[in-house]
């Protein structure tokens, strides 16, 4: 532990000694002589070999009486030594259930104040923690649970209008004929146990706060001798990414990756010591990598104002808590500032990050003069790197925030590939693939997924067409495959394909992506009804949507065509579809 402590103070030392001219060189130095594209980004700070247990071990040592979280509706307010205890006393419980190094631990919940504690208490027994997107409805859930093999299921009371334990019900029938401690069921053979952050008692689980005390004192204290038993290479977070073929691939990541990307990235964010107010969900990697890592290196505030996302609930604690830093996707920001314009409050944010999408100059505009920010910050990445690949620097212009998404990360390499593989020159477009310490170690379960996406050579191919600049900077000129970004939502349109063939009315289904002014992208379904169901309308279809998939994978527009646009193969030609969406919404304005 000396040791981690020394290299802390080495860190923070480093960040005292800026100077403008050596960062400049480092800038200039990174570009390659022939100028393809290609960088190294050396970095001005060492990466550092730690578990996220380690890393939450060393700030509440040294700054333990900092607030860590504050979760406004609750009135729950946590610090980074409360923090650690907490976790370390159900690290022990789960623990006690006969959990063990490397089995999964699935964690369905909105962004309440058990959710950090879950998450470092599975780094801290050396859990894989399997990250579950709350609105996921109980196929979804089957699907994730089947997976990876979840073994212990933790999960909230509620989200939104939705219990939990009736979706449930919906996966395990019989779940409360079990006994609370030992869940015996041939489609789940892998799980052992459901446990629920609640006061109520449900048939066949465990309450939260009861699997935190059944460990004895000293089964807690071993919690801290076993960090130095988990290996920073090894998994600890499976985050769920859709895939074009319709079913979820499981992103395994390491400590490693989690603990120096969120370092790096909150040092680019200037989130030291500062309040932040997080409307990002925590299961995504905006909010378990950017928010939460990043504030343990920063030894930063989480303000979570409410469990669900809600702007005016938001707007209210950036000025109760006084954050100073705000994060959230495009869409979000576009709430905020309505809000603000209504309410009028006294803001005193100096920063406001962003992810997802790039803002548009009015909003950009607006986030400074509504807002009152001083600076506004992109980042860029996915899952599969550990969130952050590129990112605004300090001292970045606004036409730099406005037109790239930032600068390469630190200890990074990053590339633009033509079709063969090969690079191209600086500024022209290709598909960008980087490789370092923060990629993934694979798709669960899914050797040919993992291969496609990562190379025996370690580099990660993002499927996004870019073009990286001969300064270090990027720009995302279009996407290789169909993602569609639905207010900070990535969603893939296969997924939803599959799922309205399944339709009974449905013959054939192309979902598209579709402008939206306050979302950025909608989505539009354009489907051709069996002869026999001609009387189905949209809405009809968007009902029997109800309950089966995420509210946000909806389709809004429904299109009822007979026949689709398609090339002399037969393929869909998607960007015809989405021509006629825009002349027909040109027209009816």
Request: with cysteine; charged share 25%.
């Amino acid at each position: 532990m000396e040791l981690v402590k020394h290299s802390f103070r080495l860190s923070i030392k480093a960040r005292l000694l800026k100077s403008s001219g050596i960062l400049r060189l480092l800038r200039k130095n990174h570009t390659n002589s022939n100028e393809l594209s290609y960088i190294h980004n050396i970095g001005k700070y060492p990466l550092v070999y730690r578990t996220i247990g380690q890393q939450l071990s060393l700030i509440a040592s040294e700054f333990g009486d900092r607030e860590a979280v504050v979760c406004v509706e609750e009135k729950k307010r946590i610090t980074y030594d409360q923090l650690k205890n907490e976790a370390d006393r159900l690290a022990a419980g789960f623990l006690n259930l006969g959990l063990s190094q490397g089995d999964r631990v699935g964690l369905w919940a909105p962004n309440v104040s058990s959710w950090p504690v879950v998450m470092f208490a599975a780094a801290r027994a050396g859990l894989i923690l399997v990250a579950l997107n709350p609105a996921y409805e109980a196929p979804e859930m089957e699907y994730c649970m089947k997976k990876v093999g979840i073994k212990a299921l933790v999960t909230s009371e509620s989200f939104r209008n939705k219990d939990y334990y009736n979706k449930l019900l919906e996966i395990i029938p019989d779940l409360g004929s079990f006994e609370s401690e030992r869940i015996q069921n041939k489609k789940f053979p892998a799980l052992s146990s459901i446990v629920i952050a609640s006061d109520k008692h449900f048939a066949g689980t465990l309450r939260l706060e009861d699997v935190s005390s059944i460990a004895s004192s000293s089964q807690v204290t071993q919690i801290e001798i076993i960090q130095n038993k988990i290996s920073p290479d090894s998994g600890c977070n499976i985050q769920f990414t859709s895939g074009t073929t319709g079913n979820p691939k499981a992103a395994l990541l390491t400590h490693f990756g989690l603990v120096n990307n969120g370092a790096h990235t909150g040092h680019r964010h200037e989130l030291l010591d500062k309040k932040v107010c997080v409307q990002v969900p925590l299961f995504h990697v905006f909010g378990t990598v950017m928010t939460i890592m990043a504030c343990l290196a920063e030894r930063a505030t989480m303000v979570i104002p409410s469990p669900v996302y809600n702007p005016d609930k938001n707007i209210r604690s950036i000025e109760k808590e006084e954050c100073q830093v705000i994060y959230g996707t495009p869409t979000m920001y576009v709430d905020l500032v309505y809000k603000q314009r209504e309410l009028k409050l006294n803001l005193k944010a100096e920063i406001a990050a962003t992810g997802g999408a790039l803002c548009t100059p009015q909003l950009f505009k607006d986030m400074k003069s509504v807002l009152k920010v001083k600076k506004v910050k992109n980042a860029y990445g996915l899952t599969e790197n550990s969130a952050v690949s590129f990112n605004t620097l300090h001292d970045d212009t606004d036409e730099q925030i406005l037109e790239t998404v930032g600068y390469v990360q630190d200890n990074i390499e990053a590339k633009v590939i033509d079709k063969e593989g090969q690079l191209v020159p600086f500024g022209t477009p290709g598909e960008l693939c980087v490789r370092g310490y923060f990629t993934m170690i694979g798709y669960w379960g899914d050797e040919q997924k993992t291969r496609e996406t990562l190379g025996t050579d370690g580099w990660l191919r993002t499927g996004d067409q870019f073009v990286l600049q001969a300064d270090g900077y990027g720009r995302v000129v279009g996407r290789l495959k169909e993602m569609i970004i639905r207010g900070g939502e990535n969603i893939f349109p296969k997924e939803i394909e599959n799922f309205l063939a399944t339709c009974p009315s449905v013959a054939e289904a192309y979902v598209v992506g579709v402008p939206d002014e306050r979302l950025g992208e909608d989505l539009c379904a354009y489907v051709r009804l069996k002869i026999d169901h001609q009387n189905c309308s949209p809405q009809d279809i968007k009902d029997f949507c109800q309950g089966k998939i995420s509210y946000f994978k909806i389709p809004r527009y429904i299109k009822i065509v007979t026949e689709f646009p398609k090339t002399v193969s037969g393929k869909i030609q998607k960007f015809k579809l989405q021509a006629q969406f825009k002349e027909k919404r040109n027209i009816s304005q």
